[in-house]
């Protein structure tokens, strides 16, 4: 069996490679059971590099390593200033956050928060998935406060997706990677308490 520290550098890895994997299909039609899924590159990808999903992610995964707690202010102001520096030379940023953080420019998490509700309001939607593809450093600092992890996943997908549809996927998301870990059982149920 592995290790608790294995399943959780699992985690990041994984999330790495299957990004990396699955670049190139991005926006693509399923590929079907007899067609190939190879880490070829394509489009602006080169083999074996992943998307904005990942690079979002390691920036919450290296304010996270300082010990910071993810739902203060402070945390989430340095996420937001990574996720602007990354995005000015960024090869791809999903539409809803690129919104979000040119409009914000990465001032703060309350500017960013802002610029999600002008997106929503001016477009009448901001779901997506962009907010849920980033969220197993959220997990992965919380894996002994399950309350705290469930606000701050909220807190995190906020600051670029203003619909709490998003939050919600956020937030079972993080139930079942920190299930995961702790137990090595996958079940993508075991967050639906979590959600109103």
Avoid at 5 to 30: C, K, M, S
Avoid at 37 to 61: C, F, L, S
Avoid at 125 to 135: E, P
Wanted: with cysteine; proline share 5%.
């Amino acid at each position: 069996m592995s290790s608790k520290n294995d399943r959780i550098e699992g985690v990041l890895l994984g999330t790495a490679a299957g990004d990396a994997l699955g670049a190139p299909y991005e926006f693509q039609p399923p590929r079907g059971p007899k067609l190939p899924v190879e880490m070829a590159g394509g489009g602006p990808w080169e083999p074996g590099e992943w998307t904005d999903d990942t690079a979002m992610a390691i920036a919450i995964a290296e304010v996270a390593a300082t010990g910071a707690d993810l739902r203060s202010d402070d945390a989430q102001d340095a996420i937001v200033a990574r996720w602007h520096q990354w995005s000015q030379g960024a090869k791809d940023v999903g539409i809803q956050t690129r919104s979000v953080l040119s409009r914000s420019r990465g001032a703060s998490a309350a500017a960013a928060r802002a610029a999600a509700v002008e997106v929503h309001e001016r477009t009448g939607r901001s779901g997506g998935n962009g907010s849920l593809m980033r969220t197993a450093p959220v997990a992965l600092a919380y894996l002994d406060d399950e309350e705290a992890m469930i606000a701050a996943a909220r807190a995190i997908s906020s600051l670029t997706h203003f619909d709490p549809e998003a939050g919600d996927a956020g937030v079972l998301w993080c139930c079942a990677i920190r299930h995961a870990v702790l137990t090595t059982e996958l079940d993508v149920r075991i967050g639906l308490p979590h959600i109103d």
